[in-house]
């Protein structure tokens, strides 16, 4: 009995400084802002103020928890396997929070645990998202970018190589925008290329990927579809253009080229398109410019802006990057190489 005491006096005062650690150890993690959870095992054994903040969880509910119940279903982070690493979670409220977490081995009453110090770095996500977006991102359209078509295009070449299947594309050229905004001006301008991307959105599947690659300039991209079907996309825009109520009218040029029968590289790929769509330019411009008086004819705003004598500029049509006809109405080669 002598001895039992004895040991029992002994453990007194490592009780107590044990008990006086747990102490300053919950005071000082409840303290700071940083959410803090411990793991014992499978479960949590500990979680501070900021933690249910975070989470949306009480403290009861999150300690019947893993730290993994926090991830999302479709999560890959490696939770726990790494010092350091960031990972998505989902709030009770089902809002999704980015962290970085750190990961340290203690020493928790006697017994080690892991514990998960966790940094909100969502904000921060989400502008490097919405940097990422705006770097493939036509701004005045919201269409992508000629970035997003070149990455588009060789991800698609990539994958009908392993399947075997086909994809198109489409070049597209709105007609007359400089005259466009020569009559109605360039807000007028902008506007009109706006109402293209609106029709582009509208005839894309969730697969399929428009985008604006110059002034006037725009194309899209189709997987898994045929030269013939794709073909039929182009009529249907086109006809979507002509139908459209909101002046001025447009219309626009559309060259179509399937991968590979029309080219197996991006470069082969644009120039058939282009080809077709200039060929396509010069008869619409024939058929479609000139009145039975002769004149070319041009949606107008001012009076002066009426007609314009075909004898004036017979068969030299500008664009907003300047490109031209020749005199014989056939497109001028374009210096296209990949930007």
């Known amino acids: 009995m002598f001895m039992r005491a004895t040991k029992r006096a002994e453990e007194a005062p490592k009780s107590k400084t044990l008990r006086e650690g747990e102490a300053s150890f919950h005071f000082l993690v409840e303290t700071i802002a940083t959410p803090i959870f411990i793991s014992r095992g499978e479960r949590l054994h500990y979680v501070n103020h900021a933690a249910e903040v975070l989470t949306g969880y009480t403290q009861k509910e999150l300690l019947s928890m893993n730290f993994r119940d926090l991830a999302p279903p479709d999560s890959r982070e490696p939770v726990g396997l790494a010092s350091r690493c960031e990972v998505r979670i989902l709030t009770k409220n089902h809002e999704e929070r980015w962290l970085d977490i750190t990961l340290a081995t203690i020493d928790f009453g006697g017994v080690p645990v892991k514990l998960f110090s966790a940094f909100d770095v969502t904000e921060r996500k989400r502008s490097e998202s919405q940097a990422r977006l705006l770097a493939v991102t036509d701004p005045l359209t919201g269409l992508g970018n000629y970035r997003r078509l070149l ?182 080669a374009r210096s296209r190489a990949v930007r």
Request: charged share 25%; proline share 4%; with cysteine.
């Open 151 to 332: 990455d588009v295009l060789h991800t698609e070449i990539e994958r009908s190589r392993r399947t075997g299947r086909p994809f198109a594309v489409l070049l597209l050229d709105l007609d007359r925008l400089k005259k466009i905004n020569d009559c109605y001006g360039h807000l007028a301008g902008s506007r009109a290329l706006c109402r293209v991307g609106d029709v582009l959105r509208l005839f894309c599947r969730a697969i399929d990927t428009a985008a604006r690659y110059g002034g006037d300039e725009f194309a899209v991209v189709l997987p898994e579809t045929a030269a013939a079907a794709a073909g039929l996309v182009a009529s249907r825009i086109r006809n979507r253009l002509a139908t459209d109520s909101e002046q001025p009218p447009l219309s626009a040029s559309i060259g179509v080229a399937a991968y590979p029968h029309d080219g197996e590289t991006v470069e082969a790929l644009l120039q058939t398109a282009d080809r077709e769509l200039y060929g396509m330019k010069s008869h619409v411009a024939v058929s479609h410019m000139i009145s039975p008086a002769g004149q070319l004819l041009v949606p107008v705003a001012a009076e002066q802006c009426t007609a314009v004598d075909a004898e004036e500029t017979p068969n030299v049509r500008h664009n907003q990057n300047g490109d031209h006809t020749d005199q014989g109405g056939h497109a001028l």
